[in-house]
Every structure is written in C-alpha cells, then in structure tokens.
C-alpha cells in the first residue's frame, strides 16, 4: 500500500488550486509512470530475472485452446494490453505484471464538496514469474516510486505481506502426469498444460524446504468470478475434487517417485 501525502488537512480547492499539490493527482502521475502505453512495466530491472519459455514450453502453451476474441467477449474488454511481441497467451502465462488493486482518497461522498485532498492511497501488487525474488521487485518498484515522486508531496510505503515466489510445476513430473490421467478419467478429456497466477505460497515452502513439488487439484472454475464481490464455487466441483484426491492418492500409492519428486 502507498500513500501520497500533502498539505496537513484537506484545503478549499478554490482557495488554494493552483499552489498546492493535489496528492490524488499526484498519484495518478506516479502510478501512471509504472507502465508504456502498451502496458509494459517501466520499472528498472523489473524483467532482469524472466526466463524466456523455450521452444517446448512455447509448444506446450500453444496446443492449449485460447480464443483472444472470445475471451475479450467474456470480460467485456475490446482490447488486451501488454509487451506486443509476446502473443497474449504468453503475457498472461509467462510474463509478470505490475497492478493498481485500488485507488481512494479525498471527498467521495454524494454531492459537491470542491477540495484539494490531504492524502492519496493505493494498493498494488505484483504477479511474479519463476526466478524472480519477491524482496528485490519489491525494492525495484519502491526506488521507482521514490525516484518519480513530483514535488510537493511526501511518500509513504507499507508493506502488508511479504509475497511468495512463484512455483512452476516440471511438465514431465510424474505427480503431474497421475493428476492429468486422473483429471481425464474424471472429466472424459485430457487437461491442457497451462499456467496461472494464483499459486499457493505453501507450495514454494514444501519445495525448499523438504525439495518435494506439490501438486494439487483446484475446484475453481473459471467463470466462478475469483476475487469479485459475486465470486462463487460450485458443490459439484468440490465433489469432483474429492474423487480426483482419492484415485489420485491410490495411484501415487503404486507409483515408485525418484528422490527430489
């Protein structure tokens, strides 16, 4: 979270506009030099530790089903942003973004009430890819703040939770192959290799600490609207996953796994 402080209490903008830096509008300039026109993140060193996919990995994303104008119809966008010479696929699967989560500040309740904000706030937040540390995008985005900050204004930063890494699964995991020969017995077709912001900070934990990759079923769907006020889950996707754990489990059972599995 980030507040853009100014003068000490709300000011009459009629008295004093035009002299005195509005924090909100200051935000605004500083949250939109994070990004080009297109999209790309602009902080310094903010794609130092992105891998490009390889050519196996560029073909496994690719035989995965994707409909750019139909995804477009089901968000109720006419455009999809991001880094051009990316396909879209990849911008949503390999790339890391840089997001406003929520803007607030100054009078918002109904009506009129002419006034120059004392304080500006904002969350943002990061959607990493392998490789890259959480602590140090952290410190690049908060020294481009600071480094962009206009003048007349004051910074303040509050880190709310210390991130995770991200975790990716190896394609020709065996614990990943029982999950998708399960996932095929119990939906009647066999999963698409895909990848997708919302890991499990657990998982990276189990990892580095016991050098064991975790795989997991999710009963998410997705038109089950994550993170919006409507979101929802359905009690048959949840009954789904209980028969997916446990054929899963009994297949694990007889499957001998090589050391660091």
């Not at 509008?25 to 310094?44: I, K, M, T, Y």
């Not at 966008?77 to 990316?86: E, Q």
């Not at 879209?88 to 840089?98: I, K």
């Not at 009506?111 to 140090?136: E, F, M, N, W």
Request: aromatic share 8%; proline share 7%.
């Amino acid at each position: 979270e980030i507040a853009v402080d100014g003068p000490t209490g709300d000011l009459h903008s009629g008295a004093y506009g035009g002299i005195v830096e509005n924090p909100l509008r200051a935000l605004s300039q500083l949250l939109g030099g994070l990004h080009d026109s297109a999209g790309r993140v602009l902080v310094e060193g903010f794609y130092d530790q992105v891998m490009e996919p390889t050519a196996e990995e560029r073909e496994l994303l690719a035989a995965a089903p994707f409909n750019e104008a139909a995804l477009m119809d089901e968000l109720g966008v006419d455009h999809l942003v991001g880094d051009p010479s990316y396909s879209a696929r990849e911008r949503l699967w390999v790339l890391p973004t840089l997001e406003v989560n929520g803007m607030w500040g100054g009078f918002q309740d109904a009506g009129i009430k002419t006034v120059i904000p004392r304080v500006g706030h904002a969350k943002i937040s990061c959607r990493l890819v392998p490789y890259q540390d959480p602590d140090q995008i952290r410190a690049l985005v908060e020294t481009h703040l600071r480094q962009h900050l206009p003048p007349g204004v004051r910074l303040r930063i509050t880190d709310e939770e210390k991130g995770a890494n991200a975790y990716l699964l190896p394609p020709d995991h065996p614990g990943l192959m029982t999950a998708r020969q399960v996932a095929a017995e119990i939906c009647g077709q066999m999963p698409f290799l895909s990848r997708s912001g919302g890991t499990l900070p657990v998982c990276d934990l189990m990892l580095k600490t016991l050098n064991t990759y975790t795989v997991t079923f999710a009963a998410a769907c997705y038109d089950e609207k994550a993170h919006a006020p409507d979101e929802f889950f359905r009690l048959a996707s949840f009954r789904r996953m209980q028969r997916a754990y446990t054929a899963m489990f009994l297949r694990l059972g007889d499957t001998p796994l090589s050391t660091g599995h």
